[in-house]
């Protein structure tokens, strides 16, 4: 457990996935707000609305239409960021100063239901396993190309994430090289690896279970937590109990485990502040670089930006660009609200 | 020059200063935009607002009285996320997994004019000197201290930002630790350093003059581009010609030079889409820490959210969260924008 004291001192910690430091100022929560607030979210209520462009039925920007699907649907997105058609070329100034190159991939966007009023937060189990299926395809199908390096399959939910649209739908972002963030989790998960014999994560869950503060959530085969190293005011974390690497080596006994867990997870996220609860989330499995994996273990992060109520976020500006990520309240207090808020929601 | 070819193309840059990689898509700004959009921007009008804790002879949150201040006003940040007076703790679970230490630090608020409705885009070149030289002295002062390894400068401008008060003013956030970007920078210098025997801005600045179509803005001393791996749409960058480790290193002719361009970049900033232009601003100045730091170059980051308009803005979300940061505008023409918007604004 961490000491006490910790919870009411500034302190800064480790992110041993990330291998980087986030400040904590426990004591700062008394601030008053007079910032910027964000307008209030108000759910979706029609169940078919015309104007919605992944509603079954209804006409796609560009003159697509988008048919009348009966569960999930999946269709390349129509102003795609990635193209796979890239003749691949690279710039170099020989310094190492200016370089860049060409990046082929493959962006998609999938619906998790014909309803356009329905989230994560309100569909039934059952439903959310036919998304996790679909996923689970599509991290076959495109990691299976010779091209594709990593898939990250991810979903923006609310305005305030830069959702333009409520109807329940994700996207798959799949690249030629491995990103940023999965590129700093490969070297500290092998690293680790190397060291203890044991994955990184594995023996992270071990230790969250043994202490429980920063636990919200489990079933059979998943966990839920407040990251130790949580920069999001109420982000978490979804780890299997077991090794696994990825969307597709995930047994069914897995897989259904991991539809519960998603519904308990945004249940409780909408009971924290009884508001639709805006985040990005989203999945890091192995890199699908034609390479073994045995240090990867997949997991999910949900990333909301809200701090103190349904109108108020937190800010990443300032001093969390140029120096740190910050946060006022600590992971613990953070943990303890979502439990209750999980408990609230009932599922 | 970048090849013509990748100003159409998605492609992958290098950030040479943090070594990470930016996606950039530049067939995608014909995207419609169907999402959030924020309030228009307000400029502030009166002189002297009785309510904005700022205003000199106004009471602030806890009771302190801000002076009657004639010009720049400092005064430690009434909620500050760090605190001087902390015993010295640190936390370690053996495996590297649960760390965490405490952290010693200071904030302090810097109001830059005693002018309610001024900004440093309409304050005089010599009022922005007088900041220039506050800004200065509180790195000296804090610099010194044997407990602060580093001392960043910001300004959170714009409610965009999480600015809570339109009030001229900037933050500093000393801390006992190099924080992670800072960080990332000081490794990268050293090694470029170590390799070519010169620093790795100043090699940076002459290859971005020789090819000029990234400048944005130059004076004798100071030079204002939009960096070849820029993130936000409108990033930029300030960066002396001359090799400089800190604010406290600059002469008398760079401390005018500095204060000119400020102005010239955010006048023109406020151009771009005829509105208040919302950014957060720092400085990175080369640590504290008792070292000498001959490959480190101070510099300025400008990074301001704004996309399309005055409402619209880019949302670092679900794939910059989880992947890469990712950009749609290229920085060859954020930057022809950004000249024509400097001319326009004609200071
Ligand atoms: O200190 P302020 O202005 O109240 O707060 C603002 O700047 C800080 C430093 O960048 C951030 O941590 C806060 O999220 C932001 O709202
Ligand atoms: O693809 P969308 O939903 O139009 O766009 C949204 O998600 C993308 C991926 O995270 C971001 O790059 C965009 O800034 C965001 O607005």
Redesign the interface.
């Known amino acids: 457990m961490?000491?006490e004291?910790?919870l009411q001192?500034?302190?800064?910690?480790?992110n041993?996935l990330k291998r980087?430091?986030v400040?904590?100022?426990p004591?700062?929560t008394?601030?008053?707000?007079?910032?910027?607030t964000e307008d209030t979210v108000k759910p979706a209520v029609l169940k078919y609305d015309p104007t919605c462009y992944l509603c079954p039925g209804n006409t796609r920007?560009g003159g697509h239409v988008t048919p009348k699907y009966p569960g999930t649907f999946v269709f390349e997105n129509d102003?795609?960021?990635?193209?796979d058609d890239?003749a691949p070329?690279s710039?170099d100034?020989g310094?190492?100063?200016?370089?860049?190159?060409?990046?082929?991939?493959v962006c998609r966007v999938l619906c998790f239901d014909p309803r356009h009023d329905l989230t994560l937060a309100t569909m039934s189990v059952p439903a959310i396993r036919n998304v996790v299926d679909m996923w689970t395809g599509q991290v076959q199908e495109l990691g299976a190309r010779e091209e594709i390096a990593?898939v990250?399959v991810?979903?923006?939910r609310g305005?305030?994430?830069?959702?333009?649209?409520p109807h329940p739908h994700g996207?798959i972002?799949a690249?030629e090289?491995i990103?940023?963030?999965?590129a700093l989790e490969l070297a500290s998960q092998k690293d680790y690896f190397a060291q203890?014999g044991s994955p990184?994560l594995i023996?992270?869950l071990a230790?969250e279970l043994s202490e429980g503060e920063r636990i919200i959530a489990e079933n059979e085969t998943w966990v839920a937590l407040v990251p130790?190293w949580a920069v999001w005011p109420f982000e978490t974390m979804l780890v299997p109990r077991a090794a696994v690497s990825g969307l597709p080596a995930l047994t069914e006994a897995q897989r259904d485990g991991l539809a519960a867990i998603l519904k308990t997870v945004t249940a409780g996220y909408n009971q924290v502040f009884d508001t639709p609860f805006p985040y990005?989330m989203?999945f890091?499995g192995a890199p699908t670089d034609g390479e073994d994996h045995p240090e990867w273990v997949m997991h999910a992060?949900f990333?909301p930006p809200l701090l103190r109520s349904a109108t108020v976020r937190k800010?990443m500006?300032?001093?969390e660009?140029?120096?740190?990520?910050?946060r006022?309240i600590t992971p613990e207090s953070a943990a303890e609200t979502l439990r209750q808020a999980v408990k609230k929601a009932g599922v």
Chains 1, 2 share one sequence.
Do not use: C
């Open positions: 961490i000491p004291s910790f001192t500034p302190h800064r910690r480790w041993a980087e430091w400040l904590v100022s004591h700062r008394q601030r008053p707000w007079q910032g910027q920007a102003f795609a960021a990635l193209k890239v070329a710039f100034d310094a190492g100063l200016l370089r860049a190159s060409t990046e082929r991939g990593y990250e991810f979903e923006n305005a305030m994430m830069g959702a333009s649209n996207q972002w690249t090289h990103p940023n963030e999965p203890h990184l023996d992270y230790k130790f990005s989203g890091h992060h990333f800010f500006v300032g001093f660009l140029l120096g740190s990520p910050q006022d």
